[in-house]
């Protein structure tokens, strides 16, 4: 007889099962040579943008300040600036407002580091195959068209009976915090 409390032993219902133990090769195949190349030439084009990104990086942007129309004669006229009509239209506020911008942001030229011309070249190069900005390819020649347009905004404000700028004393080089403001007075208009 058996015991009420004793348990029937049943078996197990899942019986294990073994298996082999994958075997991982030991040798690394090659990647095809294509791959290879192709990250090569990415890395050179991620080189190369780099580069091209420090030609452009010295200046800073002024597209904002610039006028919206421009003039045949201000191409035509080498070394000079011929102001648009609407650029005509600013009163002295806002000829001194954006003088003031272009001085703070040519002031140091000649004392800024410039980009080299290698990199310049590698930009022109990129811009050329994959386009993109041509800004600061020529700082020399941006600066000077921004004197150009400085002197040009400077006789209107004399034309217009406005204090206006000395220049050469504006453009020298500068603590940052020094705001340009125009210190020649207004000519005087003559009595009738």
């Not at 919206?68 to 201000?74: E, K, L, N, P, V």
Request: proline content about 7%; overall charge positive; aromatic content about 4%.
């Amino acid at each position: 007889m058996s015991s009420p409390r004793t348990l029937e032993h049943f078996p197990t219902k899942w019986t294990p099962v073994r298996r082999k133990k994958m075997r991982h090769s030991k040798t690394l195949d090659l990647r095809p040579d294509f791959i290879g190349s192709q990250s090569a030439l990415a890395g050179l084009f991620a080189v190369a943008a780099a580069l091209a990104g420090c030609a452009s990086t010295q200046l800073a942007s002024t597209a904002s300040i610039l006028p919206t129309s421009t003039s045949a004669a201000a191409a035509a006229e080498p070394g000079g600036y011929v102001m648009a009509a609407d650029e005509l239209d600013y009163d002295c506020k806002q000829l001194t407002g954006r003088m003031q911008v272009r001085i703070l942001d040519i002031r140091d030229f000649n004392e800024r580091a410039q980009s080299s011309g290698a990199s310049r070249l590698l930009q022109s190069a990129i811009t050329g195959i994959i386009g993109g900005t041509s800004a600061g390819k020529d700082p020399a020649g941006t600066t000077a068209k921004d004197r150009a347009m400085l002197q040009a905004y400077n006789n209107q404000l004399k034309a217009k009976g406005c204090k206006s700028y000395n220049l050469d004393d504006e453009l020298r080089p500068k603590d940052v915090k020094v705001t340009p403001v125009p210190t020649i007075d207004a000519p005087k208009k003559p009595a009738p």
